[in-house]
């Protein structure tokens, strides 16, 4: 049975949604520690308390408001103050934080495929019955998180500045050329806005979305 009503919808997107929009930047936070740069770790950042990287309007606001109008879901949290100059190898260092967030979200979208898997052997084998509820709920919970993390993971490799690709991008290119790329930063959110308004993001983002939810799905042998 799938959720009906605008509260099951949002109760179950809420834990998928709040970790895996939030460990996303826990993820670039240790990234970084690792290679030198100390400052999200003194700010207490490099948790996995989801109420230190929380941003009301786009963990919480913003993603919901697309999921009930469009069914389409993306959002951020306080982004990890990274102190670029701080890292080891300042240019490789920050392509490799960047990465960490959608490795985040690949592990994150392994676990609630898990999560579902464990949940339909529960609801197919004679489980006593009170754990019936929670099984129904964790499975709809594991498939809404394999495909949010899904989504946070190939959006996020976008080279639309600020997203993590933009700084992969970044880190690759020529000096010259690194910083006239980065002056797209102001743009990058209204970018992803028009793309989403004109329809184009959805067709840039559902191919790899669907191949890799298909490719977790297909490992964990959970109907697609």
Do not use: C
């Amino acid at each position: 049975m799938e959720p009906t009503s605008t509260i099951q919808i949002i109760t179950i997107a809420a834990l998928p949604l709040i970790f895996g929009i939030t460990l996303h930047e826990a993820a670039h936070g240790w990234m970084a520690s690792q290679f030198g740069d100390k400052t999200a770790l003194m700010m207490g950042r490099v948790t996995l308390n989801p109420l230190k990287h929380i941003d009301l309007m786009g963990t919480i606001i913003v993603p919901l408001t697309l999921l009930m109008l469009s069914g389409f879901i993306f959002g951020w949290a306080k982004p990890v103050p990274i102190t670029q100059q701080n890292l080891h190898h300042p240019k490789r260092d920050m392509a490799l934080v960047a990465l960490a967030g959608p490795a985040a979200n690949f592990i994150m979208a392994v676990m609630w495929a898990g999560l579902a898997k464990i949940s339909l052997i529960i609801l197919t084998q004679a489980a006593p019955a009170v754990l019936l509820p929670a099984a129904h709920f964790f499975l709809l919970a594991g498939k809404f998180g394999l495909l949010l993390n899904s989504v946070l993971l190939v959006l996020n490799l976008m080279p639309i500045p600020p997203l993590d690709g933009s700084r992969v991008l970044s880190a690759i290119l020529p000096g010259r050329w690194s910083a006239l790329y980065d002056r797209l930063e102001p743009f990058g959110l209204w970018i992803l806005i028009l793309l989403l308004a004109f329809g184009m993001l959805r067709l840039i983002l559902f191919p790899p979305v669907f191949a890799l939810t298909g490719f977790i799905s297909h490992w964990f042998g959970l109907p697609i």
